[in-house]
T-cell receptor
Framework: GNSVTQMEGPVTLSEEAFLTINCTYT??????LFWYVQYPGEGLQLLLK?????DKGSNKGFEATYRKETTSFHLEKGSVQVSDSAVYFC???????????FGQGTRLTINP | DGGITQSPKYLFRKEGQNVTLSCEQN?????MYWYRQDPGQGLRLIYY???????QKGDIAEGYSVSREKKESFPLTVTSAQKNPTAFYLC?????????????FGDGTRLSIL
């Protein structure tokens, strides 16, 4: 089946630290991969995406590379800010289907 | 601005009562979705609709019902058969037939039991 496994949280970092949130997947077809971010009390916002192997998605200083050989899509940021505190979800869709399959989410807290 | 509007933001249900959550979009998207979010868990799909007057069950459809009479609207009814309805409910929409296109989400409705 199709599934997404994320690094367990919560993750707490100091401002300007380097961030990695691990995400691995299993898929029966050719997935598109997404990172969504959820700020407190809000819905999800698309952070970045990659639709084929070796693509790199990037936005707001965050990056993730679609690694087919390791079935991974790890989220990274070189220097986090307090405003990055949120819950981050890794997700996939399979070609020909539109349903999103989500990981369980990783809560990130950045301390000043 | 185009987007998805969910209402109300907070909703309370009495025992044995059905409640309906509203979801409206002006993005001209064909596909719409309802998800349930519980603390510490990812989102789980309740129902989805790819076109007007058609919808399919997701992974946790029991105790819920939907309708899709208009392209812009996809209301979700939480029935009395749903024994554990307390959760955060999220509505989303997307372009039909494009699995590489992202879903756009509303700000959610938080449902609690009185």
């Amino acid at each position: 089946g199709n599934s997404v496994t994320q690094m367990e949280g919560p993750v707490t970092l100091s401002e300007e630290a380097f961030l990695t949130i691990n995400c691995t997947y299993t898929a029966t077809g050719y997935p598109s991969l997404f990172w969504y971010v959820q700020y407190p009390g809000e819905g999800l916002q698309l952070l970045l995406k990659a639709t084929k192997a070796d693509d790199k998605g990037s936005n707001k200083g965050f990056e993730a590379t679609y690694r087919k050989e390791t079935t991974s899509f790890h989220l990274e940021k070189g220097s986090v800010q307090v405003s990055d505190s949120a819950v981050y979800f890794c997700a996939l869709t399979i070609q020909g289907a539109q349903k999103l399959v989500f990981g369980q989410g990783t809560r990130l807290t950045i301390n000043p | 601005d185009g987007g998805i509007t969910q209402s109300p933001k907070y909703l309370f249900r009495k025992e044995g009562q059905n409640v309906t959550l509203s979801c409206e979009q002006n993005l001209n998207h064909d596909a719409m979705y309802w998800y349930r979010q519980d603390p510490g868990q990812g989102l789980r799909l309740i129902y989805y609709s790819q076109i007007v007057n058609d919808f399919q069950k997701g992974d946790i459809a029991e105790g819920y019902s939907v309708s899709r009479e208009k392209k812009e609207s996809f209301p979700l009814t939480v029935t009395s058969a749903q024994k554990n309805p307390t959760a955060f409910y999220l509505c989303a929409s997307s372009t039909q037939g494009a699995s590489n296109q992202p879903q756009h989400f509303g700000d959610g409705t938080r449902l609690s039991i009185l």
